[in-house]
């Protein structure tokens, strides 16, 4: 087991600039020895703000670099197979972004190669490190709803708006399902999806519909569908990215026998529970500055063998199969 772990970042975009790349500095026994983009001054730049000591326009060179022990991959999904597939080679432990990958069956190539090579992979679904969705986990295990029944899922978003980016953009890559495997509906549901694979256990059935109704890029921009886990829960969902302001939401509800939970995924970091025969309840929380730093700190914690991360390769790519069943009624 390593007792330093001294990361490599592949892609230092803007993810890295706040949500992860600053963790991997401040989680004790890990520290960031280098990062790569494409556009080397761009990578320089980023390693100069945050006082990174190499960088690299070389994929490559910096996964050959000796004083790197494990891997980052933070680029888009199209190329989340082939740094894993290199890092894995090289013996080295990989952090990929998610999704994991843009299909399934790129994702079981990583967990292929990476048992081949006897490295572990694990993937940026951050949140079951998150302490409100801990406590959601929490309530669940402690029955506090009683057993569950049904998910909800609605997530509407109107389609001229910041969060989303110019629809029109070449460079918006999250809306070209070549690269992304999809359009918002991979890069937000996943997380959804994944969660609900962390606390209600594996969806062993999935069927949906996908649209593209405004015509505003190439990927779908409504998604419609209903999913069983093997618990026998029954969840739907239902994700539109082309509505009107006043239609906006964003809420997730598991309903049990005894009473719900409420919860945003993205922003809102309350926890709202609903008991028969008990006043409402909400728990409070606020999201630590760099939001993938709990996730991380399990990395490294697994990585020096004194704990486990509960976000692996064998999770993620759960994920990806479910999306794919929604999207796309099967597997590609």
């Known amino acids: 087991m390593e007792k330093q772990i001294q990361w490599g970042i592949i892609g230092v975009g803007d993810v890295c600039e706040r949500k992860s790349g600053p963790a991997f500095q401040k989680v004790p026994g890990s520290d960031l020895l280098a990062v790569m983009r494409r556009n080397g001054e761009k990578a320089r730049d980023f390693a100069d703000r ?17 004083g790197i022990n494990a891997i980052y991959i933070a680029t ?8 894993t597939r290199l890092a894995a080679v090289a013996g080295k432990p990989v952090y990929v972004e998610k999704p994991m990958a843009r299909t399934y069956a790129e994702c079981l190539e990583m967990i ?10 694990f993937v940026a679904y951050y949140r079951r490190a998150l302490p409100n969705f801990l406590k959601i986990k929490e309530l669940l ?59 209600l256990g594996p969806v062993v059935e999935a069927q949906g519909i996908a649209a593209n109704q405004a015509g505003m890029y190439p990927a779908e ?10 618990s026998g829960v029954i969840g739907q969902g239902m994700w539109c ?19 719900e939970i409420s919860f ?3 922003g809102d970091p309350t926890v709202n529970l609903r008991r028969d025969g008990h006043p409402d309840e909400v728990f409070t929380f606020t999201y630590p500055p760099h939001i993938q730093q ?39």
């Open 241 to 259: 990215f082309t509505t009107g302001v006043t239609s906006r939401i964003e809420q997730t509800r598991i309903v049990g026998d005894g009473g």
């Open 112 to 121: 292929q190669v990476c048992e081949k090579h006897q490295v572990p992979l």
């Open 294 to 332: 709990p996730l991380i700190q399990s990395i490294v914690a697994t990585l020096q063998g004194v704990g486990s991360c509960p976000s692996t390769g064998e999770s993620g790519v759960r994920t990806n199969w479910v999306m794919e069943m929604l999207v796309y009624g099967g597997v590609r």
């Open 50 to 66: 945050h006082g990174v000591p190499k960088w690299y326009d070389d994929g490559q060179a910096l996964i050959n670099d000796p």
């Open 221 to 230: 921009d409504l998604v419609t569908g209903h999913f069983r886990f093997a």
């Open 76 to 83: 888009p999904p199209d190329s989340h197979a082939h740094y």
């Open 141 to 199: 295990e402690d029955q506090a709803i009683g057993q569950v029944r049904l998910v909800d899922i609605k997530l509407f978003k109107p389609l001229h708006q910041d969060w989303q980016g110019n629809p029109m953009d070449e460079t918006n890559w999250r809306l070209t399902p070549e690269i992304s495997g999809g359009g918002h509906f991979y890069d937000l549901a996943s997380h959804q999806l994944d969660f609900l694979d962390f606390v």
């Open 264 to 266: 945003a995924y993205f």
